[in-house]
Nanobody, 125 residues
Framework: QVQLVESGGGLVQAGGSLRLSCAAS????????MGWFRQTPGKEREFVAG????????YDADSVKGRFTISRDNAKNTVYLQMNSLKPEDTALYYCAARMRGPSIVTSRGPYDYWGQGTQVTVSS
């Protein structure tokens, strides 16, 4: 069982930056690939970025490539999402998710077993 708690969301102007954190419980954090997803009302939850259990592999959605960076610190049981050059269309509820490590980073939500409650990011124009 893994419990995930996101933090770091807030209100920021377009062009600004935020860093989201996701703290995981348990001693086996390094066994899990991690992902960040986001969702706006009436839309499907969409993949933002993923990172392998060791941090060696990452993958970003095209919509955030070059602006967002995912990273993790296994000693702190934490995964991060650094968000730069934010745009109003980045406004969403951001979730972190965990799945047992696999051969590649998964971009669909189904295979992720554990989810946090989400943290709101609002970007004003």
């Amino acid at each position: 069982q893994v419990q995930l708690v996101e933090s770091g969301g807030g209100l920021v102007q377009a062009g600004g930056s935020l860093r989201l954190s996701c703290a995981a419980s348990g001693r086996t954090f390094s066994s899990y690939d991690m992902g960040w997803f986001r969702q706006t009302p009436g839309k499907e939850r969409e993949f933002v970025a993923g990172i392998s259990w060791s941090g060696a592999r990452t993958y970003d959605a095209d919509s955030v490539k070059g602006r967002f960076t995912i990273s993790r610190d296994n000693a702190k049981n934490t995964v991060y999402l650094q968000m730069n050059s934010l745009k109003p269309e980045d406004t969403a509820l951001y979730y972190c998710a965990a799945r047992m490590r696999g051969p590649s980073i998964v971009t669909s939500r189904g295979p992720y077993d554990y989810w946090g409650q989400g943290t709101q990011v609002t970007v004003s124009s």
